[in-house]
């Protein structure tokens, strides 16, 4: 079993930054895939950017050039740095790990772009 806290989130102007931290207790990270996705009010919870366990990384569309996710395999820690945010960023934004048959998400981290 796989326990994921996040952390970082937060209330940010537009156009800031911000970097959240999932951290894993209960097995070494390194082959797993880990995830960032966020669920915005009233929207369904999508996929923001994977780092898989041979080194490629993923990033919707709408992230590109703005986040970038990263990962510490000896601190079972993936990062994501957040910037030049938009008032749509907003959302709770969820970690995972996934190791095929097995998955685990965190409980979230709020983060709000709003002036």
């Known amino acids: 079993q796989v326990r994921l806290v996040e952390s970082g989130g937060g209330l940010v102007q537009p156009g800031g930054s911000l970097k959240l931290s999932c951290t894993a207790s209960g097995d070494v990270i390194t082959p797993y895939a880990m995830g960032w996705y966020r669920q915005a009010p009233g929207k369904e919870r999508e996929l923001v950017a994977r780092?898989?366990?041979?080194?490629?990384?993923n990033y919707a569309d709408s992230v590109t050039g703005r986040f970038t996710i990263s990962r510490d395999n000896m601190k079972s820690t993936v990062y994501m740095q957040m910037g030049n945010l938009r008032p749509d960023d907003t959302a709770v934004y969820y970690c995972?790990?996934?190791?095929?048959?097995?998955?685990?998400w965190g409980q979230g981290t709020r983060v709000t772009v709003s002036s």
């Open positions: 995972t790990a996934i190791l095929v048959p097995n998955g685990y």
């Open positions: 780092s898989w366990p041979a080194g490629s990384i």
